[in-house]
Structure formats: C-alpha cells, structure tokens
C-alpha cells in the first residue's frame, strides 16, 4: 500500500534498466495489526521508509560498479552505508520537549535515544530525524557520503 507507494515515488528517478531485487530494499513492517476491517494489516515507520530509499540507492550503486568491475567468483555482498551525523534540531531541543510533557530524565541523559543526531547502520535510518544538513548541499552530509 502506501509503504511501496513511497518508496516506489522516491526511487523512481534512479530506475532504469537494472533490476534491483525487492529483498534488497523492502524491510518488514514494525507493526503487524491481525484484526482491523480491512483484514491484516501492516505498517511502516517513517524510518524504515528512509532506510527503504537508502538501501535501492546504494544497492543500484552497487550494482553500476559491480558491472565494471571482472567477475570475482562467489556471491558478491552488499556493504551499504554507516553513517552519523549531527541534526539541525539539536538534543537539547528534544530533551527540553520531553521534560515539559513530563518526561523521565533517563531519556535526556541516554545518547542512544536522542534523535538530535542521525545515526545510519548497513543502511538503515536507527536515530534522528532527516533535515538540511544530511540532505542539502553541506559538507559531509549523507548525500555526499552516497555519492
């Protein structure tokens, strides 16, 4: 549904001859709700839609260079793209949020949970939110780092 609507919207410019198997890019959902109206029914996060578009990306660019490249016998594997970087919407700015809604202070002193930095493993979006400094034309962002 509109899970693959995304997905396919976003990566439709980079399509082109080559085929990138859908095992490569498509995650499972996050939450699986087995009784809803309309049957079973699944749903992604914004994150995984991401890491979606991240993973077709660096697969396909992958796949552009394997082709120059002689053949090595064996399977070829995938290395997709680790990354961190910082956010334009700091920590501080989450921590303070939380504290007003009567958050605990174990969030704000935790790094592996503060979403004012990007945090990117084998191509998929763990922590942050995506802004100017990964997408625009910065010094270092995730653009540069795929490209």
Not at 84 to 111: C, F, I, L, Q
């Amino acid at each position: 549904g509109d899970y693959m609507a995304l997905i396919y919207h976003a990566v439709h410019p980079y399509t082109d001859d080559r085929h990138v198997d859908e095992t490569h890019f498509v995650l499972p959902p996050a939450i699986i709700l087995p009784k809803s109206p309309h049957g079973r029914q699944m749903l992604w996060t914004g994150k995984q839609v991401v890491s979606s578009v991240i993973l077709y990306i660096s697969t396909l660019d992958q796949l552009a260079t394997a082709a120059l490249l002689p053949e090595e016998p064996g399977e070829r594997q995938l290395q997709h793209i680790n990354f961190e970087g910082a956010n334009v919407v700091t920590h501080e700015m989450w921590n303070n949020r939380h504290a007003e809604k009567g958050g605990s202070d174990s969030y704000a002193k935790d790094p592996d949970l503060q979403e004012g930095r990007i945090v990117i493993r084998n191509g998929q979006l763990l922590v942050g939110t995506m802004d100017n400094k990964q997408l625009g034309a910065q010094s270092y962002s995730l653009v540069h780092a795929m490209h």
